[in-house]
């Protein structure tokens, strides 16, 4: 452990404009944070178009812990836990399938996708003794926001509305951009490891000063113009939503060029199936401002990134270490866009992909720099004296400001406090 002279609470390690370095490698603050955060907080577990059918399952996560969401035989969305209550082995060790049982591989005791238990092997051991109470652990809350699917460990708590606040615009507006309205999340994940704490992904998922720098490669080769949009002209914005969630709005850009689907490097003559379903959907003239407005680059607290085509899950494994779960977005209905979707998402995040690879660089070369002494504190002060309040009511400034990441810490801090 690196020896250190700050001071010992959460609270002599955050300040409005600069945090400690120790808050990404401290093993107890990652003990806390599971504790207060990820096993408190809303969290989100996956999107109910991955369970289409009765006894559908697939395996997922609440921070480190595997957790199976299912959709039972009478269609209802549930989250158990992932282990069995025998003697603690893993129970499924399946990606995803349909069963209406699950069967331990250890001793072979069988479970409902409900969570109960149904029999044991060798029922002669267990004479007399009652089956009640011995199911599956569960997890006790679950929201459900346009298919996406948020678990809770904590029994009460606010509403998952109440939670996602004005974030859920986000949501919205990318939904919006389906002709049917509803998105799927069926194009398959890709892991992508990563040796850094999960707080250096949280906070770069909405950091505009980096890609300038990080992603001009890409930049370049593609000819995109993207780069404007982390330029000192650009009208893009940051957003704190509040909550720790935060946005990267590029909708002031898009509006200004007023090009439908220029947000996603193409043109209405390209996808002329999905221009004549947004018409016929909302209309001509709102679905011409859904396609010039694009997708949104919001970052749900803590682990739900909406990067425009692709959606991103969060999960730390350890304090320095954590999984990002990636796939492309779908638009339910939508062929001829969906598979550009597919496309761009493996040249970005792909195994070969550009973009992502740049943004690992990153959270390694930061995580190994946290662990240096000195300085031990890290700034976060840029666009402080541009701040200003939005029509809503949420903090915004300039695309390159720090306005996410000093939202993200006082929201942190106030969980970390409770
Ligand atoms: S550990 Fe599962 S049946 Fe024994
Ligand atoms: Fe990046």
């Known amino acids: 452990m690196i020896q250190t002279d700050a001071p010992a609470g959460i609270e002599g390690l955050i300040e409005p404009t600069r945090v400690h370095s120790r808050l990404y490698y401290d093993r107890d603050i990652y003990q806390e944070e599971l504790r207060k955060i990820w096993y408190r907080s809303w969290v989100y577990v996956g999107h109910v178009s991955e369970i289409p059918q009765p006894n559908d399952y697939v395996t997922k996560s609440i921070g480190p812990t595997p957790v199976l969401m299912v959709r039972d035989r009478n269609g209802e969305i549930r989250l158990l836990l992932n282990k069995c209550p025998h003697r603690g082995n893993q129970l ?3 990606r995803q399938g349909n069963r209406a049982t ?22 002669d051991g267990y004479e007399g003794e009652s089956k009640v109470g ?5 997890v006790p809350r679950i929201g459900i926001y346009r298919g996406f699917v948020f678990g809770s460990m904590a029994e009460d708590g606010e509403s998952l509305m109440d939670y996602l606040g004005g974030a859920k615009a986000a949501i919205d507006q990318l939904c919006d951009n389906s002709p049917t309205g509803e998105v799927e999340l069926t194009a398959g994940f890709l892991q992508h490891r990563t040796k850094a704490n999960w707080k250096f992904l949280l906070e770069n998922e909405t950091d505009g000063y980096h890609p300038g720098f990080v992603h001009g490669s890409i930049f370049q080769v593609t000819k995109s113009g993207i780069a404007n949009l982390y330029g000192t ?13 935060t946005e990267f709005d590029l909708r002031p850009e898009w509006r200004r060029l007023g090009e439908p689907l220029k947000w996603f490097g193409t043109n209405e003559q390209r996808l002329p199936d999905y221009v004549a379903q947004m018409n016929a959907t909302y209309g001509p003239e709102r679905a011409r401002q859904i396609m010039i407005d694009g997708s949104p680059h919001t970052m749900i607290f803590p682990n739900l990134f909406i990067a425009e085509i692709q959606i ?18 779908q638009f339910k209905g939508a062929p001829d866009i969906n598979r550009r979707l597919r496309q761009q998402t493996m040249g970005s995040v792909g195994p070969a992909g550009l973009l992502l690879a740049d943004d690992t660089e990153m959270y390694e070369r930061n995580h190994r720099g946290a662990l240096i002494q000195d300085p031990e504190w890290l700034i976060l002060s840029r666009g402080l004296h541009r701040e200003r309040i939005d029509e809503n009511g949420y903090r915004i400034a300039h695309s390159t400001d720090e306005v996410p990441q000093r939202g993200i810490w006082k929201h942190y801090l106030k969980l970390m406090q409770e």
Request: some cysteine; aromatic content about 14%; glycine content about 10%.
């Open 92 to 94: 499924c060790a399946y």
């Open 102 to 123: 699950f069967t331990c591989p250890y001793h072979s005791w069988t479970f409902s996708n409900t969570g109960e238990l149904i029999g044991y092997a060798l029922a």
């Open 134 to 138: 011995v199911g599956l652990g569960t």
């Open 233 to 245: 002209e650009s009208t893009a914005l940051t957003r704190d939503y509040g909550n720790g969630h």
């Open 312 to 329: 991103f899950v969060l999960q730390p494994v350890a304090v320095d270490e954590t999984i990002q779960h990636v796939t492309a977005v």
